[in-house]
């Protein structure tokens, strides 16, 4: 079964940092984009940043650039999001998803919930 | 950073035909494909249309995709209280130097 399972996600005090990850079983990880998607409560989807099936391409939104950083680990088959200076606006669940090359997400996993408190 | 604009809701009654609406510019709609995905309450958000008018494998064929110009469409037909939820629509924008994924505000879909 093709699978998306985030973790790393909690309660964090306004200028700390987190490291989310993503575990995927079921398919050739290191033959896909993957990005990672926020949703704050209450509010719509977020696109954060993707990065190249080798890590040698990353892409973010503008609000995280130079604070987030996306990662891979193809051995082991698993996506990261290092987050630092973390704002009130970062709270949300993050979602790391499966890119095709149509850019479409074809897989997403059920999210892992962050909470920036000031 | 740009985004897609949607109605915020649309409402219908069982059996009728609603119809969400995308608004882009030209650096998304244009000239890329766009997506839809539904977000059921609580859940994971799931593609339900991608390359504008192409269903995966398992979405009802009551959902049917369209684009023309900077606007792209989700219709649903024979609504069913099944198809509650929110829907995004979403494309890759290729803004000079700021290239990423932008998804649309969301609509919410009620069955009356």
């Known amino acids: 079964e093709v699978q998306l399972v985030e973790s790393g996600g909690g309660l964090v005090q306004s200028g700390g940092s987190l490291r989310l990850s993503c575990a995927a079983s079921g398919f050739t990880f290191s033959g896909y984009w993957m990005s990672w998607v926020r949703q704050a409560p209450g509010k719509g989807l977020e696109w954060v940043a993707n990065i190249k099936q080798d890590g040698s391409e990353k892409l973010y939104v503008d609000s995280v650039k130079g604070r987030c950083t996306i990662s891979r680990d193809n051995a082991k088959n698993l996506l990261f999001l290092e987050m630092n200076s973390l704002r009130g606006e970062d709270t949300a669940v993050y979602y790391c998803?499966?890119?095709?090359?149509?850019?479409?997400?074809?897989?997403w996993g059920r999210g892992t919930t962050v909470t920036v408190s000031s | 950073q740009s985004v897609l604009t949607q109605p915020p809701s649309v409402s219908g009654t069982p059996g009728q035909t609603v119809t969400i609406s995308c608004s882009g510019i030209?650096?998304?709609?244009?000239?890329?494909?766009v997506t839809w995905y539904q977000q059921l309450p609580g859940t994971a958000p799931k593609f339900v249309m991608f390359n504008i008018d192409e269903r995966p494998s398992g979405v009802s064929d009551r959902f049917s995709g369209s684009k023309s110009g900077t606007s792209a469409s989700l219709a649903i037909s024979g609504l069913q209280s099944e198809d509650e939820a929110d829907y995004y629509c979403?494309?890759?924008?290729?803004?000079?130097?700021?290239?990423?994924?932008?998804f649309g505000t969301g609509t919410k879909v009620t069955v009356l």
């Open positions: 030209s650096s998304n709609i244009v000239i890329n494909t």
């Open positions: 979403a494309a890759w924008d290729d803004s000079l130097n700021v290239a990423h994924y932008v």
């Open positions: 998803a499966r890119e095709r090359e149509d850019y479409y997400l074809d897989v």
